[in-house]
């Protein structure tokens, strides 16, 4: 009975593994709201992806700015520390902002869509000042 009860156990935590998967969703045919709103959090995780692969670069940017000033004055280094700052300050704006967003249908099914299109879309508007700024370096 001892060897049962872990394999039954096992069997259990394997068999309930796949519902606690999301369900793929076709979102060009989204109709209900569950599906509307993990179709708008999939475009939120789309472009937090493609922000953090340009903050990264606009970061490794910034780096080699404050080597080449540091090297005529160190009183110019402070590029990487501006951008951190910049993006910390972006980051509650965009929470703040996206929480009112959301507050239009507080507690309602419908919340969560409009608070995953608004990060989506503010999300997007930073991605595109941070290539501004890349593109301003050369870069």
Do not use: H
Not at 67 to 77: F, M, N, R, S, T
Not at 104 to 124: D, I, K, N, W
């Amino acid at each position: 009975m001892r060897v049962v009860a872990p394999a039954i156990g096992l069997l259990l935590v394997l068999a309930t593994s796949g519902f606690a998967q999301e369900p793929e969703v076709d979102c060009q045919k989204a109709e209900t709201q569950m599906d509307l709103n993990m179709c708008a959090d999939q475009e939120y995780q789309a472009a937090d992806a493609d922000l953090n692969k340009a903050y990264r670069k606009a970061i490794a940017a910034m780096q080699e700015t404050d080597k080449e000033l540091g090297g005529i004055d160190a009183a110019y280094v402070g590029a990487v520390e501006a951008l951190k700052k910049a993006q910390r300050a972006w980051i509650g704006y965009r929470d703040g902002q996206c929480e009112l967003a959301g507050s239009e249908a507080r507690g309602g099914s419908m919340e969560p869509m409009l608070v995953s299109g608004c990060l989506a879309e503010l999300t997007r508007k930073r991605t595109a000042e941070l290539k501004e700024l890349l593109e301003a370096q050369g870069n």
